[in-house]
């Protein structure tokens, strides 16, 4: 029933900034937002999720360069990334998930790639 639709995707030089967006098509409020990437020949991973409250999670590889946050009212997720580094080039896929275990919902994925 709910579809997540994700931009802001593409190609970035190394140092520079993007930022991603994702929404659900219907108003998942109650949700726990978040960011996942998956490399080629990696397992997927968690890149940072935001709760309800506004705490937010980050793996240590991002912390201080990405922010995650979220509008409630538009029913979207956010990825500011900057700083960004070849390293961090990977699918990317945003996920809405209840805390104990409702419902799970993923986005189908969108490019990131750091390069020069």
């Known amino acids: 029933q709910v579809q997540l639709v994700e931009s802001g995707g593409g190609f970035v030089q190394p140092g520079g900034s993007l930022r991603l967006s994702c929404a659900a098509s219907?108003?998942?409020?109650?949700?726990?937002m978040g960011w996942y990437r998956q490399a080629p020949g990696n397992q997927r991973e968690l890149v940072a999720d935001?709760?309800?409250?506004?705490?937010?999670n980050y793996a240590d590889s991002v912390k201080g360069r990405f922010t995650i946050s979220r509008d409630n009212v538009k029913n979207t997720v956010y990825l500011q990334m900057n700083s960004l580094k070849p390293e961090d080039t990977a699918v990317y896929y945003c996920n809405f998930r209840h805390r104990i275990g409702a419902y799970n919902y993923w986005g189908p994925g969108t490019q990131v790639t750091v390069s020069s």
């Open positions: 219907g108003s998942i409020f109650t949700a726990i």
């Open positions: 935001i709760s309800i409250g506004g705490t937010t």
